[in-house]
Each structure stands twice: as structure tokens, then as C-alpha cells.
């Protein structure tokens, strides 16, 4: 049985990668930070089948005695402080945790369990102002916030690992990737839940931001599979991990409001709250690399990732006992609650 330790095993990512290691009949050790509340929504059901141990991104030492005492054969880091507009507010925070956070696992690795294979989740917001599109293994970065420069350091530093001192280290360069259990704020959920808040007489409004920004999206299940497939290869290499389409925010919105009857236009307001410093208008990924050598592709399409998530939140609603006042539930919907 191999052993794999997860980092930010609480968030959206690391709770679908538990899930598949376990499938895989993986033991799974997951890191989670000390927190006074608990963290673990996203992993209750898989408490009893996963080890918990804590440790954090800035306490290099507590790192070391987790490889120490579980002996892993694969890390994944997924910790980071993974908010764009955040890393706008907490600059030095953010590379504290995405940036020099790396290097303190490569480092507790180097030292401690060599042998054990790496992956880091590198981003497509290192390219930033996009310089080609579509975006491959090739593209030179651009980053445009402080969470795509620390991601861009993350990367650079994990692939120095590799060649510095021989270690099975890989990036894997993934770009947006969204589920039922992405966090509130990014802006996929946040659309999705406001469909449901206005759909059930919650919410009269959804305020947001850049609508022409475009992403292109896909579904988290579909993308953790791919950062095991790097981790099984016999050199390690780095992956852009993608859809190839790309999509605008508008659509998202136009799709999203659309699946229970609702017309974005009526209920989308623009609050010049959230926009960014600086933005990343497009990104656009060409997986080729990951489909030839990995044999991966996503399952999951735009459509189908909206309505998924929609469905989700509407759900989430019927199960609370709320009865929706505006547009039309769709009946697969209703007749699953
Ligand atoms: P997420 O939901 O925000 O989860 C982040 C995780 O990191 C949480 O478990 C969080 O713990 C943990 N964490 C934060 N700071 C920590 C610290 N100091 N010590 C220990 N743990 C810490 O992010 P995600 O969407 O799953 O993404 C996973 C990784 O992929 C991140 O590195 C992200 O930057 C990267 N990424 C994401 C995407 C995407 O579209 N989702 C695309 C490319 C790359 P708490 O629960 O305690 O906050
Ligand atoms: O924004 C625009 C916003 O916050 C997407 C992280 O997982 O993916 C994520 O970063 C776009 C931006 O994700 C709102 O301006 C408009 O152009 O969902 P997001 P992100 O910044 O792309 C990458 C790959 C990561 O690595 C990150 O960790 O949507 N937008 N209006 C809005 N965004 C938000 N959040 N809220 C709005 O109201």
C-alpha cells in the first residue's frame, strides 16, 4: 500500500484527490493547519478513512517530522493561499504560504524522504497578460498579482529541486478548476450560489466584477486525476493541464441563471468593488502535452460543470427546507431532493 500526504487537504482540490487515492487504494495522510474552528466540511465523509495530522506551510520543522513519522511515497502540495484579490491585500502573507512554502517541503524532503515524489500545484495565473494564446508548457510567465508571481517562484523552485538534487519533482500547471465544492468566493460559486439565493427569494441582486474576463474552465474531479498521472511517469515533468476552451465570465453568468429559468440580465449588477489591480483577461490552455503522455482528458464539459454546480446550490437550498419563489427548478432537480 503506497502512502500519500496531502497538503491543503481541506480545500476543494484536496478533498477530491483523497478521494481518488483512496480509490486507488492509497493510505492518505492529509496536513491541516490548527485552526479554532474546524476546517473539514469538505472531508467529513472521508474522516475515518484518512490519517489527520497537523502541520503548516510556515513551520518548515513541523513538515519534517510528518515525512518523518508517515514515510510517504508521494506528496502533493495543494496548501497555498490560493485568493487572487487576497494576495492584493496580504502580499507578503501570500508568499509566505505559496511561495516560500515550497521550498520548505522541498527542503524537509531533500533532508528527510528523498525518495518520496513530488507534485506542486502550479497555476495558469503565472501567465498572466497572456503573451500567446493558447497557453502550452513553452509559454513565458507574466504574472499579473501576488499570488501568480508566488506561484511562479513555486514552480521555478520545484523544478530547481529536480535538477539540483535529482528528485522526483514535478509542476503540475493547472488552470481554473471548479466543483459544487469550490469555495464562496471565486467567481463560479459565488454566481452559482446567487442563482440559488435569487431563485429562492434569498437574494435580489449578484454583484460583480469584470464580466468580459474569460477562464477557461474545467471540473476539479477530472483534474486531480491528472496530478496522480504526473506522479506516476518515469522522469518527472511538468504539464499544463486545460479544457482548450475558453469561456467569459457573462457566459458563465447567462448559463447559470439560464438552467432554473432566469435571465442574468435582470439580477447581475457590476460593483467596481471587485475588480482587480491588475487583471488576466484570458487564459486558454492546449493540454496536448498531458493527453499524449498521460493519456489524460477532462470528462466533465463547460455546460455540464454549470449545471452541476447550479444544481448543487439549489439543492443545498431544497434540503434546508426553502421553497424556491423565482423561475423554474428544473424537474431532475427537484425530484433528487
Ligand atoms: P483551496 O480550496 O483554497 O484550498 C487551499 C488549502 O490550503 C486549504 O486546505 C487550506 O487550509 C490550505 N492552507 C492554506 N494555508 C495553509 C498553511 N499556512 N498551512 C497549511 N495549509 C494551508 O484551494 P484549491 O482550489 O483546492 O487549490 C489547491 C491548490 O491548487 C492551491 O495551491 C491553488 O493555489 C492551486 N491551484 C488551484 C486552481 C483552481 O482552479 N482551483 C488552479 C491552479 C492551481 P484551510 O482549510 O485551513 O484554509
Ligand atoms: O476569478 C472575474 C475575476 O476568483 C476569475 C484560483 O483558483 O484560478 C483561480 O483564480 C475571473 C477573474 O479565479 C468577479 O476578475 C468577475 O478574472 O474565480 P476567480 P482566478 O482569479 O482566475 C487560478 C487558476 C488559481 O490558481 C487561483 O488559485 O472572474 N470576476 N467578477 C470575479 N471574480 C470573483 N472572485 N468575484 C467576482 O465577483
Given at each position: 500500500m503506497k502512502t500519500a500526504l496531502v497538503t491543503g487537504i481541506t480545500g476543494q482540490d484536496g478533498s477530491y484527490l483523497s478521494e481518488y487515492l483512496l480509490s486507488l487504494g492509497y493510505r492518505v495522510v492529509g496536513m491541516l493547519r490548527r485552526t479554532?474552528?474546524?476546517?473539514t466540511a469538505r472531508i467529513d465523509h472521508l474522516r475515518d478513512k484518512v490519517d489527520l495530522a497537523h502541520a503548516d506551510l510556515l513551520d518548515q520543522f513541523s513538515m519534517v517530522r510528518l515525512l518523518e513519522e508517515y514515510e510517504p511515497d508521494e506528496v502533493y502540495n495543494l496548501a497555498a493561499q490560493s485568493f487572487v484579490p487576497t494576495s492584493f491585500y496580504e502580499p507578503v502573507l501570500t508568499a509566505e504560504f505559496t511561495a516560500l512554502g515550497v521550498t520548505r517541503l522541498l527542503e524537509a524532503i531533500r533532508h528527510t524522504r528523498p525518495q518520496a515524489r513530488f507534485y506542486q500545484a502550479s497555476s495558469s495565473e503565472m501567465f498572466g497578460k497572456v503573451v500567446e494564446s493558447p497557453q502550452t508548457e513553452a509559454t513565458p510567465f507574466h504574472p499579473r498579482s501576488p499570488y501568480g508571481v508566488a506561484k511562479v517562484y513555486g514552480h521555478w523552485i520545484t523544478v530547481n529541486y529536480r535538477e539540483s538534487y535529482d528528485l522526483y519533482a514535478c509542476s503540475g500547471i493547472l488552470f481554473n478548476h471548479e466543483s459544487p465544492r469550490r469555495g464562496l468566493e471565486f467567481v463560479t460559486r459565488k454566481i452559482t450560489d446567487g442563482v440559488a439565493r435569487i431563485a429562492f427569494g434569498l437574494d435580489d441582486k449578484l454583484p460583480m466584477g469584470n464580466l468580459d474576463a474569460r477562464r477557461d474552465w474545467g471540473y476539479a474531479g477530472d483534474y486531480v486525476r491528472a496530478m496522480h498521472m504526473m506522479l506516476q511517469q518515469e522522469h518527472p515533468e511538468d504539464y499544463v493541464v486545460a479544457t482548450g476552451e475558453t469561456h467569459s465570465v457573462r457566459e458563465f453568468c447567462q448559463h447559470a441563471f439560464h438552467r432554473v429559468g432566469l435571465d442574468y440580465e435582470d439580477f447581475v449588477t457590476i460593483d467596481p468593488r471587485f475588480y482587480r489591480p491588475a487583471e488576466v483577461d484570458l487564459l486558454l490552455g492546449k493540454p496536448d502535452k498531458a493527453r499524449q503522455e498521460l493519456g489524460w482528458k477532462p470528462e466533465v464539459d463547460f455546460p455540464s460543470l454549470v449545471e452541476m454546480m447550479v444544481d448543487a446550490d439549489v439543492q443545498r437550498y431544497l434540503k434546508a427546507g426553502r421553497s424556491p419563489v423565482r423561475g423554474e427548478i428544473p424537474e431532475v432537480v427537484l425530484s433528487q431532493s
Open positions: 479554532s474552528t474546524q476546517p
